[in-house]
């Protein structure tokens, strides 16, 4: 399994930090219901780190975002709802001038081996409301796609197909 370590534009870093007091962890499942591995959300003083730990994945690039509900329930993960954004509008990709959902995060690599370990830290979301909230009455959920994010097409940077989810509720 692979760790990388760079520090992203836009408030994201990928990191490899020990986890404080306060974490939420949940199954991250594929379409059949099967469980390749867990999420982790922690809160941050200003904002959340993640934490990724799967298997049997397919190996290369894959978008990675907080969606509105905390519903894998369906073998699309369409009951995830879409991007966890602030307000009214909704403008996808860190690379969009015109500014970004707050559940947009940086592409994930899987090796080669199906497994990835990863931990993302976001500025864009809490858990507490203090910016926009993760765990709010119809919670979140964590969804990995089919393809890298390319960070600036609308509405999801064209990754594609939801390929794996992890339901906070």
């Known amino acids: 399994m692979m760790r990388f370590a760079a520090v992203l534009s ?18 991250l499942k594929n379409p059949a219901g099967g469980t390749l591995g867990t999420v982790t959300v922690t809160p941050a003083p200003k904002g959340v780190l993640l934490r990724i730990e799967a298997k049997d994945l397919p190996g290369g ?16 993960f369409a009951n995830a709802g879409g ?8 403008f996808h990709g860190l690379l969009n001038a ?18 990835v370990i990863v931990e ?11 910016l926009p909230r993760l765990n709010d009455a119809d919670g979140f959920a964590v969804v990995i796609h ?3 994010d390319d960070y ?14 992890a339901a906070f509720k």
């Open 98 to 115: 015109a500014a970004n959902d707050a559940g947009d995060l940086p592409n994930i690599f899987v090796g080669a081996d199906g497994g």
């Open 61 to 76: 690039w894959h978008g990675a975002h907080f969606h509105a509900k905390g519903d894998c329930g369906d073998a699309k």
């Open 152 to 165: 600036t097409s609308q509405p999801i940077g064209g990754a594609g197909a939801r390929i794996a989810c």
């Open 83 to 90: 991007h966890v954004h602030q307000g009214d509008k909704s």
């Open 146 to 148: 089919a393809n890298p």
């Open 10 to 27: 836009a408030g994201l870093f990928l990191t490899t930090t020990a986890w404080a007091d306060g974490a939420i962890s949940s199954d």
């Open 120 to 130: 993302l830290y976001s500025t864009l979301t809490s858990l507490d409301g203090k």
